[in-house]
């Protein structure tokens, strides 16, 4: 999440203009379904029936006899037409509340492959606007990476072909088969994405970016999260092949977003990497940003969540709140309703346990990002990052012959039958990369009135190498709550990730029971009784009077005595690092002024939860609850420093009930 993505540590961009190389991405592992473009669509252009709401098909063209192409028409009957292969609309309401609101199906009858890719057509054609707008405004578009870094995601890609290869041939149905299935269908859906994208290109004058995004743009908008481990891992490879550490070429880079530089002497013509950072490092490392303007702005942020069962086991309640920067304020909640053949083998009529899934997220990413997901299977599924600072673990275990995170989160999503298979699904080939904690809540295993029974409530934590599942059921039924602040649970996990190291070092900040977030989460989740109380928890954040918001233990820890402001909204359930003082003397600089902020709250609920319409609420922009102003570009100090085309002003939105159609 963060997003997304998004509540993960900063990235080490690896920009070396003198050996930097456009990459080159893989065809997917299977393309029976090409679509090419004509001017039959020429129809469209001009209009704003595609973002307003309206139902729109998705149809084949069969009449080639080597490909299909794809053609977008309003959708005039409830039933599925000969050649319908999706429809769906896209309500841009971001203007009026916050939320951009996008729905897609896709027809049960159809082969799979087309229909996944058909399903990324529609939403690279109705959201493109969107699409470039978030683009730019985090910069994935023209910069160059460095050779190894194209060498990583170019041998991942065709890792991946491979292992699709290799799965056909083993039995139909087998957990290969069926895992590597879905994998490719993926893949099939990013292609159709940026296939769709290019035709709202071609019909419509969008005027946002000079050129087109490639299709590398587009993944990269999707590795966001992934690439903020990437890379640093490939610092922490390269050093280790010169007999180096990274705190020999860079400074020390933290779990929680603590920050720094770092240099790679050994790339080929190469001067330094240099690391987009999000000016929170520890007090004594020298902060730098980016000299390149094109360097991507990757959604550093973090995350506060919260499962609060409520008095005698009545309800429970569900919810996240996505750290991040500014610039990902554009946000579009999706429904993707794809009934999937498990196998591939239409005819033996077994789908996918989650067909359904209801999920924030932002323009062009195919997952969620912050991530928050509610599942037709009857799962709800939540996370914040953990990070990971163990350069021996990402020399040993972060390898392009893997998935990324956000491929395994939506392959666990959809493959998963019931809480216990989610963790096991989502560690296979682990990447090492966007480490989480991952939260899943099984509503099919919650009776109102009695005991949590295992099975219920579970968390899976994952470092490179290394993934963890816990039944957590006993301790929610026990405590009464579970609250997730980017700080693992697991002592292993602690320890592996280097968590432990920074509480030596900076004290109790990054402890798991006396970090100020717990503390406030422990103090007030007895406060939660019905939805607006739940709300107005995810959204709190009174760091000037609360005394758990002070940063004084960590003053104290490093002797620091000229700290000022003693209290910093990095201490709160839903931070504002906008409204800290420019000129204060923190500890950390994650305590003070920078451009980090509570982007939205989702909550869900047993009571509403409806495995068709799969209901929750939202509110999008930073918390301006309390005493908390309402941030506006027009007066921010970061109006200048942060692109934000297409976003609104203003962020005075209500919460939104998001309930879709059956």
Same mark, same amino acid.
């Given at each position: 999440m963060v997003h997304f993505y998004l509540c993960t540590l900063a990235m080490v961009l690896a920009i070396v203009p003198a050996s930097c190389v456009p990459i080159r991405l893989l065809e997917p592992a299977s393309l029976n379904a090409r679509s090419h473009f004509s001017d039959d669509n020429a129809a469209l252009k001009n209009s704003k029936t595609y973002t307003n709401g309206q139902a729109m098909s998705v149809y084949a063209d069969r009449s080639r006899k080597k490909s299909t192409e794809f053609r &977008?028409?309003?959708?005039?009957?409830?039933?599925?037409?000969? =050649?319908?292969?999706v429809w769906g609309r896209f309500n841009d309401t971001y203007l009026l509340n916050g939320w951009g609101q996008l729905e897609i199906h896709t027809n049960p009858l159809e082969n799979d492959v087309l229909t996944m890719r058909a399903a990324g057509y529609f939403e690279g054609f109705v959201t493109g606007e969107r699409i470039e707008q978030h683009a730019h405004n985090i910069g994935v578009q023209g910069f160059n990476l460095s050779k190894d870094v194209v060498n990583f995601i170019d041998t991942n890609r065709r890792w991946q072909k491979t292992m699709f290869a290799l799965s056909e041939e083993t039995n139909q149905g087998s957990a290969d088969q069926v895992y590597w299935y879905h994998a490719n269908?993926?893949? @099939?859906?990013? +292609?159709?994405?940026?296939?769709?994208?290019? *035709?709202?290109?071609? &019909?419509?004058?969008?005027?946002?970016? +000079?050129?087109?995004?490639?299709?590398?743009?587009?993944?990269?908008?999707?590795?966001?999260?992934?690439?903020?481990? !990437?890379?640093?891992? !490939? &610092?922490?490879?390269?050093?280790?092949?010169?007999? #180096?550490?990274?705190s020999e070429t860079a400074s020390k880079r933290s779990v929680h977003g603590v920050n720094g530089e770092a240099a790679d002497e050994h790339q080929e013509a190469a001067d330094e990497h240099q690391e987009a950072a999000d000016e929170h490092q520890e007090a004594a490392d020298e902060h730098q940003e980016s000299d390149f303007e094109s360097s991507p702005v990757y959604n550093q942020g973090r995350c506060s969540a919260l499962? $609060?069962?409520?008095? /005698?086991?009545?309800?429970?309640? !569900?919810?996240?709140?996505?750290?991040?920067?500014?610039?990902?304020?554009?946000?579009?909640? #999706?429904?993707?309703?794809?009934?999937?053949?498990?196998t591939g083998n239409k005819t033996r009529g077994q789908k996918v346990p989650a067909t359904r899934s209801a999920f924030s997220s932002f323009p062009g990413q195919l997952f969620s990002g912050d991530d928050f997901y509610l599942l037709s299977s009857g799962l709800q599924v939540q996370e914040t990052t953990i990070g990971n600072d163990n350069e021996f673990l990402n020399t040993e275990f972060v390898t392009p012959m893997s998935l990324m995170e956000w491929q395994r989160n939506v392959l666990a999503n959809r493959l998963a039958a019931k809480g216990s298979s989610w963790c096991p699904i989502y560690e296979k080939y682990n990447s090492g990369t966007y480490n989480n904690q991952n939260m899943v809540f099984d509503f099919n295993a919650f009776e109102p009135g009695k005991p949590l029974r295992n099975g219920t409530f579970s968390i899976c934590e994952q470092v490179p190498g290394y993934v963890r599942s816990t039944d957590l059921s006993h301790k929610l039924q026990t405590d009464r709550y579970f609250?997730?602040?980017?700080?693992?649970? /697991? @002592?292993? !996990?602690?320890?592996?990730? =280097?968590?432990?190291? *920074?509480? +030596?070092?900076y004290g109790d900040f990054f402890t798991y029971d006396a970090t100020p977030r717990a503390l406030i989460f422990a103090r007030d989740q007895a406060t939660v009784r019905d939805m607006r109380s739940m709300e107005a928890l995810m959204r709190f954040c009174d760091?000037?009077?609360?005394?758990?918001?002070?940063?004084?233990?960590?003053?104290?820890?490093?002797? *620091?005595?000229?700290?000022?402001?003693?209290?910093?909204?990095?201490?709160c359930i839903a931070t504002r690092g906008d409204l800290m003082p420019s000129d204060g003397k923190y500890p950390m600089s994650t305590f003070g002024y920078r451009n980090h902020v509570a982007i939205d709250a989702k909550i869900a609920s047993?009571?509403? %939860?409806?495995? %068709?319409?799969?209901?929750?609420?939202? &509110?999008?922009?930073?918390?301006? +609850?309390?005493?908390?102003?309402? %941030?506006?570009?027009?007066?921010?100090? %970061?109006?200048? $420093?942060? $692109?934000?085309?297409?976003h609104a002003d203003t962020f005075d939105f209500p919460w939104v009930d998001f309930k879709w159609q059956e």
């Open positions: &977008v028409q309003p959708r005039h009957a409830e039933e599925w037409r000969d =050649g319908e292969l269908l993926l893949n @099939e859906q990013l +292609e159709g994405l940026h296939e769709g994208y290019k *035709m709202r290109r071609h &019909v419509s004058d969008l005027a946002v970016l +000079e050129s087109a995004l490639s299709l590398m743009d587009l993944l990269h908008l999707n590795l966001g999260a992934d690439m903020e481990d !990437i890379l640093p891992a !490939i &610092v922490d490879q390269t050093n280790a092949e010169h007999g #180096k550490h990274r499962v $609060k069962l409520l008095p /005698d086991n009545s309800d429970v309640y !569900i919810g996240q709140t996505t750290w991040t920067r500014l610039e990902f304020l554009l946000r579009i909640y #999706k429904l993707y309703d794809f009934p999937l053949s498990l609250a997730s602040y980017n700080t693992p649970l /697991d @002592e292993v !996990i602690r320890a592996e990730s =280097g968590i432990d190291e *920074m509480y +030596e070092r760091w000037e009077n609360d005394p758990l918001s002070s940063v004084e233990e960590t003053c104290k820890h490093i002797n *620091m005595t000229d700290c000022a402001p003693l209290r910093s909204a990095e201490n047993w009571s509403a %939860f409806d495995p %068709f319409t799969l209901p929750s609420r939202a &509110v999008s922009g930073p918390n301006n +609850e309390g005493n908390m102003p309402t %941030f506006s570009w027009s007066t921010s100090s %970061f109006r200048d $420093k942060a $692109k934000h085309v297409g």
